[in-house]
């Protein structure tokens, strides 16, 4: 099993572009059967880095969110089944790299929030279409309008998460105990079929429309 660790702890494991490099290289780089993905410190991760998202406008606004896109794509297109292990915060851009991952597990101190629509934006890695196949439409709805935060047991009621257990590392241990070949044909067979083009499109015509006279 290979450990990917979002390490900016001083930054709540916020991402920048080159972070997004990392970990798609990380994740799609990796022979192993299974990858672990967590964040280090008190935060799962933060999500975008604001100061990389107040340089945007509308018209580097749709290259930063179709990088996203790319990545978290990769994540699920990956042969390697990626578990995400949250512990502390997961928000905006974090939920959406949690739910490009094939199994989440919180512990007890993980909160979840899409805080976006505060600010005037929203999750444009994928997450409007990920967020509400996860959850469903009514969850996908509430916790994307009102950007409220929800705790690790709300998460486990409405299928944000699958488990919240003391150490998600070893929920990643578990499945990487199991055959190599069968994991990575469950995955694929098991990941429900949409139109992820169409989706990623409206998403990035979108953000950049959001973004036009910047954050």
């Known amino acids: 099993m290979r450990v990917v660790t979002l390490d900016r702890p001083d930054r709540r494991n916020a991402l920048t572009l080159d972070s997004l490099d990392a970990i798609e290289d990380a ?13 280090a410190g008190s935060a799962f991760c933060a ?5 990389s998202v107040r340089e945007l406008d509308g018209d580097t606004a749709p290259a930063f969110s179709g990088r996203g896109q790319d990545v978290m794509n990769a994540i699920e297109d990956a042969d390697t089944v990626v578990v995400a292990g949250v512990d502390g915060a997961a928000r905006g851009g974090g939920v ?13 101190d993980a909160t ?8 005037g934006i929203f999750g444009s ?25 929800i705790d690790a047991e709300t998460a486990l009621d409405i299928g944000l998460v699958s488990r919240v257990v003391d150490d998600p590392r070893r929920v990643a241990d578990e499945i990487a105990r199991n055959d190599p070949d069968a ?23 979108v953000f950049g429309e959001l973004l036009e006279d910047g954050l």
Do not use: I, M, N
């Open 125 to 149: 890695w994928g997450g409007t279409r990920r967020l509400g196949r996860a959850v469903g439409e009514t969850h996908a709805l509430d916790l994307s309008l009102s950007g409220r935060t």
């Open 112 to 119: 979840f929030a899409e805080p976006g629509v505060s600010l």
């Open 47 to 51: 999500g975008a880095d604001l100061d």
């Open 27 to 39: 994740v799609c780089g990796a022979d192993q059967s299974v990858v672990y993905l967590h964040g």
């Open 96 to 108: 959406e790299l949690a739910l490009a991952c094939d199994v989440r597990v919180a512990t007890p």
């Open 183 to 205: 994991l990575r044909h469950l995955k694929h067979l098991l990941r429900t079929d949409y139109d992820r083009d169409d989706g990623d499109a409206r998403e990035r015509e």
